[in-house]
């Protein structure tokens, strides 16, 4: 009866100073803390027609509707680590005043994007802005968006996160 209390005892003992050691699972240090300041210029973003840019549907082509630009800066200040920049996402919402509004089912948002950057490596104290031109159809016919960008990120030490931004486009 001893022996099973005292095992249990010691593998407590032995977990909890395993967590202070460095380079243990509980390391607060392996969590990468918010390094990378991203945002969305112009915020709201402006769209105008976008003649000439088409998408397919089944066999039939269809022109977009809309198209507009904004960049995302990604900032880092001149305590953190260099980080790279490994993934951009966008994301498409049909909206009205700036509240996302889901497609009946059968309906979509389509849309199309090109990004441009002058790099993916962001040195401390610097930032890299990533340009993007969209082009969108949505389901109510209308132009107001809510766009959403997913910006992955690492670091120096491997350590990995990813900043979303939100940015709508005005009515």
């Given at each position: 009866m001893l022996a099973r209390t005292l095992t249990?005892?010691?593998?407590?003992?032995?977990?909890?100073?395993?967590?202070?050691?460095?380079?243990?699972?509980?390391?607060?240090?392996?969590?990468?803390?918010?390094?990378?300041?991203?945002?969305?210029?112009?915020?709201?973003?402006?769209?105008?027609?976008?003649?000439?840019?088409?998408?397919?549907?089944?066999?039939?082509?269809?022109?977009?509707?809309?198209?507009?630009?904004?960049?995302?800066?990604?900032?880092?200040?001149?305590?953190?680590?260099?980080?790279?920049?490994?993934?951009?996402?966008?994301?498409?919402?049909?909206?009205?005043?700036?509240?996302?509004?889901?497609?009946?089912?059968?309906?979509?948002?389509r849309f199309r994007y090109d990004t441009r950057t002058d790099g993916n490596i962001i040195?401390?104290?610097?930032?890299?802005?990533?340009?993007?031109?969209?082009?969108?159809?949505?389901?109510?016919?209308?132009?107001?968006?809510?766009?959403?960008?997913?910006?992955?990120?690492?670091?120096?030490?491997?350590?990995?996160?990813?900043?979303?931004?939100?940015?709508?486009?005005?009515?």
């Amino acid at each position: 009866m001893l022996a099973r209390t005292l095992t249990p005892l010691a593998l407590l003992a032995a977990l909890g100073s395993a967590s202070c050691d460095s380079g243990s699972l509980f390391d607060p240090s392996l969590t990468l803390g918010l390094f990378v300041d991203v945002t969305a210029e112009p915020n709201p973003a402006v769209a105008t027609s976008a003649a000439g840019e088409t998408f397919m549907v089944g066999d039939e082509t269809v022109e977009f509707e809309w198209k507009t630009s904004f960049r995302i800066i990604s900032a880092i200040d001149e305590d953190q680590v260099q980080a790279t920049i490994t993934s951009l996402a966008l994301l498409v919402r049909q909206a009205t005043g700036g509240i996302i509004i889901v497609p009946p089912p059968g309906q979509e948002e389509r849309f199309r994007y090109d990004t441009r950057t002058d790099g993916n490596i962001i040195p401390p104290a610097t930032s890299k802005a990533s340009e993007f031109d969209v082009w969108y159809t949505l389901p109510n016919q209308g132009r107001e968006a809510v766009m959403t960008v997913t910006v992955g990120y690492i670091n120096d030490s491997g350590l990995t996160r990813s900043e979303t931004v939100t940015l709508r486009v005005a009515p």
